[in-house]
């Protein structure tokens, strides 16, 4: 039953290492509930400290974990479950069991990729990630990384603006919005993907919970892209696991003396996968994963969001009408993205906020019609969120 899993996890004083053993040595983690201590004691690298943690056999904090999943809709993956992925459960240390939100893939039976990169980014970084998001997702690869702000955040909107799932690994509750400007991010990825976590609802994240979660996702995948990470950096943290994992490592270069492109041009000099576009990366797995990547074609993806790389961009990633007509257009707009159509000019950029300000719409239902225009090609984004129209409209 679910509560005992809870409880073991749930003691203090415990290694993962140790649960694991426990599980190993009684089988279920109701056999340890119930053991006696001189059985515990059996367990290898098993302490009387240890031991003691286990005497405390109240299982109401279980039950109230088991009752803000069910009112938050979140679920419960344990080690011994069928739906567990093996690439995972193959790793030194795999969690006993995994919280999650959304639609779980087989991660087994997908190309999936970490995207991971430093908080302190450069628009450079920004842009690359959002752009190799994309190009991966578009491409038919599972794009995961950490939902941190910078480059996690941006890797993860690339692939959501592909129109593909996405995975986000957290190191608090999967109701803790860490940074708290990613609620939006959080929703949408529940929405299309998958949000997973080690820790129980309402768990809020510390700083040794980051290094611990970057194992699960490095483990979930076949391979990690660093796009932008300094000398020491937590990306680089979990590109060393991957290693560790036996799993391949990428990282897209940078200038030579940029500091946040220095652990980046280290791992390439030391054997990692030199990435400038997606192809990079997919074209290592087409013939692993067939029925994902076969015959993807090298390409470009579209300019990331907010950088320079859009404005020098003359014309849409694809061909687009220059002319739309809404009343006989097959495009199935919303009333949404009609407003914003007509609200937008050709020429002068205007704001998220002016928008929000114009249509009197929710700024989470403008951002989310200005993302599926983007995706039609109806709209150009330029930096600092603001967009314009790219088609001329006829009514």
């Given at each position: 039953?679910?509560k005992?899993?809870l409880?073991?996890?749930?003691?203090?004083?415990?290694?993962?290492?140790?649960?694991?053993?426990?599980?190993?040595?009684f089988g279920?983690?109701?056999?340890?509930?119930y053991a006696?201590p001189?059985e515990?004691?059996?367990?290898e690298g098993?302490t009387?400290a240890?031991?003691?943690h286990?005497?405390?056999?109240d299982?109401?904090?279980?039950?109230?974990i088991?009752?803000a999943?069910?009112?938050?809709h979140?679920h419960i993956?344990?080690?011994?479950?069928?739906a567990y992925?093996?690439?995972?459960?193959?790793i030194?240390d795999?969690?006993?069991?995994?919280?999650w939100?959304g639609?779980l893939?087989?991660f087994d039976e997908?190309?999936?990729?970490?995207v991971v990169?430093?908080?302190?980014n450069?628009p450079?970084?920004v842009?690359c990630?959002e752009?190799?998001?994309y190009?991966?997702?578009?491409?038919?690869?599972?794009?995961?990384s950490?939902?941190a702000r910078g480059?996690?955040?941006?890797a993860?909107?690339g692939?959501?603006?592909a129109?593909?799932?996405?995975?986000g690994?957290t190191?608090?509750?999967l109701?803790?919005f860490y940074?708290?400007?990613?609620?939006?991010?959080?929703?949408?990825?529940a929405?299309?993907?998958?949000?997973?976590?080690e820790?129980?609802?309402g768990?809020?994240?510390?700083?040794?919970?980051?290094?611990?979660?970057n194992?699960?996702?490095?483990?979930?995948?076949?391979?990690?892209l660093v796009?932008?990470?300094?000398?020491r950096s937590g990306?680089?943290?979990?590109?060393?696991?991957a290693?560790?994992q036996?799993?391949d490592?990428?990282?897209?270069p940078?200038?030579?003396?940029?500091p946040?492109s220095a652990?980046c041009?280290?791992l390439?000099?030391e054997?990692?996968?030199l990435?400038?576009?997606?192809w990079?990366?997919?074209?290592?797995?087409a013939?692993?994963?067939?029925?994902?990547l076969?015959g993807?074609?090298r390409?470009?993806e579209?300019?990331?969001?907010g950088y320079?790389?859009?404005?020098?961009q003359?014309?849409?990633?694809?061909k687009v009408?220059?002319a739309?007509d809404l009343?006989?257009?097959?495009?199935?707009?919303?009333?949404?993205?009609i407003?914003?159509l007509e609200?937008?000019?050709e020429?002068e950029p205007?704001l998220?906020?002016?928008?929000v300000d114009?249509?009197?719409?929710?700024?989470?239902?403008?951002?989310s019609?200005?993302?599926?225009?983007e995706?039609?090609?109806?709209?150009?984004?330029?930096s600092?969120?603001?967009y314009?129209r790219?088609?001329?409209l006829?009514?």
């Open positions: 039953m679910l005992y899993w409880w073991l996890t749930e003691r203090p004083g415990l290694t993962n290492q140790v649960r694991l053993a426990l599980l190993r040595h279920t983690p109701e056999a340890v509930y006696d001189e515990l004691l059996l367990t098993m009387a240890q031991v003691q286990l005497a405390e056999r299982l109401g904090e279980a039950e109230n088991l009752e999943c069910d009112r938050l979140q993956l344990t080690i011994q479950d069928a992925p093996d690439r995972l459960k193959n030194y795999p969690p006993c069991l995994l919280y939100q639609h893939p087989a997908e190309a999936a990729i970490a990169g430093t908080r302190s450069t450079y970084g842009a990630a752009k190799l998001g190009g991966l997702a578009a491409g038919g690869a599972l794009v995961v950490g939902l480059i996690d955040s941006a993860l909107r692939a959501l603006r129109g593909k799932p996405a995975v690994v190191g608090g509750g109701d803790v940074p708290r400007e990613n609620q939006y991010l959080y929703e949408d990825i929405a299309a993907g998958v949000l997973i976590s820790y129980p609802p768990t809020e994240p510390k700083g040794a919970h980051f290094p611990v979660r194992r699960i996702i490095s483990g979930l995948c076949v391979g990690t796009v932008e990470a300094p000398e990306a680089l943290i979990t590109a060393e696991t290693l560790e036996g799993r490592v990428f990282a897209v940078g200038p030579i003396d940029a946040c652990g041009n280290r390439i000099r054997g990692a996968g990435t400038a576009d997606a990079d990366i997919l074209q290592e797995y013939e692993a994963f067939p029925a994902k076969s993807t074609p390409r470009e579209p300019a990331a969001l320079q790389a859009r404005q020098q003359t014309k849409p990633a694809r009408p220059p739309l009343k006989k257009t097959d495009l199935k707009l919303t009333d949404d993205q407003m914003l609200l937008l000019g020429e205007l998220v906020d002016d928008l114009r249509t009197q719409l929710p700024a989470r239902r403008v951002l019609a200005l993302t599926v225009l995706m039609e090609h109806l709209v150009t984004q330029h600092g969120k603001r314009t790219a088609v001329t006829y009514k």
